[in-house]
């Protein structure tokens, strides 16, 4: 009896774990995506026509769970604030179907190299498919395409996308026309509504 009320008074205290308990499905090498409050995900929604503007990889570290993402730069981030970040707390979790990759603990050992190899790497304003810097969807797309030769999505071009929106406009002309950088049309891309939509990804777990 004492732990329920416990466990009550925690709730209500901070209400944001009945929001998301951290479901025990939940495994490394999960893909967990997120309705980003940064200032491009109003263009990143107008462009890809998705909520779903940024997008991490669940892994273990010290025991608990944390989200390697490209945000400000590549790094871990704990999982509970990754979800806080977010709006409304919502988050989707995938995983690669377990036909095409059942992970075992050496496969994880496998991802997490791969994910450190891009650590430090500072973030892409410019969305460019280049390692020197690095955004959120191209490090998912590239950690596990390198790791297991996978490729969630098939890789896309600027040109691919409805660009003539205010809020791409403003995007491109702040990013580029402003700084004298070449916008090139053929640049491969990938987003976060691309993995989400990956057929060789199911759900894991839904808060939206």
Known sequence: MKFVLFFTALLLTFPSLAKHPFAASMQEGDIIFQQSQ???????????????????????????????????????TRLHDFIERGVGRRYVIKRVRPDLLAMNGAQRARLRSTLRSFDGKGYDVWFQWSDDVIYCSELVWKAFDRAFGLELSRPERFRDFPLNGPEAARLIRERYS???????????????????????????????
Do not use: K, M
């Open 38 to 76: 940064s200032g491009q995900s109003e263009a990143l929604r107008e462009i890809t026509g998705s909520v779903w503007t940024h997008v991490g990889v669940i892994v273990r570290h010290q025991g608990q769970f944390y989200v390697a993402e490209a945000s400000r730069r590549v790094e871990l």
């Open 178 to 208: 402003n700084t004298g950088r070449e916008f090139n049309l053929n640049e491969l891309v990938v987003s976060p509504v691309a993995l989400l939509r990956s057929e060789l990804l199911v759900d894991v777990e839904r808060a939206d």
